[in-house]
T-cell receptor, first 111, second 111 residues
């Protein structure tokens, strides 16, 4: 059973379009992180959200943590080819110190 | 700071052989993690540690062992390599368990 469900698994869109990817669970988390991974490299942290309802912006990327701290979304405005990569959400469980990852959304932005 | 370093970068093992994947961090982080990533997939937690002398199992610990004798080092041991352990292994560290800084990974093939 996958604790963190990410959707969609794959997304291929044209440069300039907007997109949203999702990270959902039935569990409550103390914090949730979004990472971006490029081929042959380790994941790189983009943002951490901690408070239910929290919204954080990183240039054209907007991250939102659900009110109940069970889900999150990543919205990209005016996608660019440089946004291409694997986007992973990860969460720290309330009951222990594990950081668990979802399977990721593989994003491809076409020029 | 060098961050998180992993050695070796690549390794080919025969079935039944043993090896140790090395991981070192110089940021004085208490939390350290070992993940494996199979092709096209997210990361699965193998083992983690919240401080020297303390380790705990993650999602997929079978076939692996770890130790944490110092804050800096967190080696991962494969005792009897199997083809199912072919993967990319990432080590990560975190100051407080809310965000992880990853190493460059070790690509392991078991034939």
């Amino acid at each position: 059973t996958q604790l963190l469900e990410q959707s969609p698994q794959f997304l291929s869109i044209q440069e300039g379009e907007n997109l949203t990817v999702y990270c959902n669970s039935s569990s409550v988390f103390s914090s949730l992180q979004w990472y971006r991974q490029e081929p042959g490299e380790g994941p790189v942290l983009l943002v951490t959200v901690v408070t239910g309802g929290e919204v954080k912006k990183l240039k054209r990327l907007t991250f939102q943590f659900g009110d109940a701290r069970k889900d999150s979304s990543l919205h990209i405005t005016a996608a660019q080819p440089g946004d291409t990569g694997l986007y992973l959400c990860a969460a720290r469980m309330n009951r222990d110190d594990k950081i668990i990852f979802g399977k990721g959304t593989r994003l491809h932005i076409l020029p | 700071n060098a961050g998180v370093t992993q050695t070796p970068k690549f390794r080919i093992l025969k079935i039944g052989q043993s090896m140790t994947l090395q991981c070192t961090q110089d940021m004085n982080h208490n939390y350290m993690y070992w993940y494996r990533q199979d092709p096209g997939m997210g990361l699965k937690l193998i083992y983690y540690s919240v401080g020297a002398g303390i380790t705990d199992k993650g999602e997929v610990p079978n076939g692996y062992n770890v130790s944490r004798s110092t804050t800096e080092d967190f080696p991962l041991r494969l005792e009897l390599a199997a083809p199912s352990q072919t993967s990319v292994y990432f080590c990560a560290s975190s100051p407080a368990g809310t965000k992880a800084l990853f190493g460059p990974g070790t690509r392991l093939t078991v034939l």
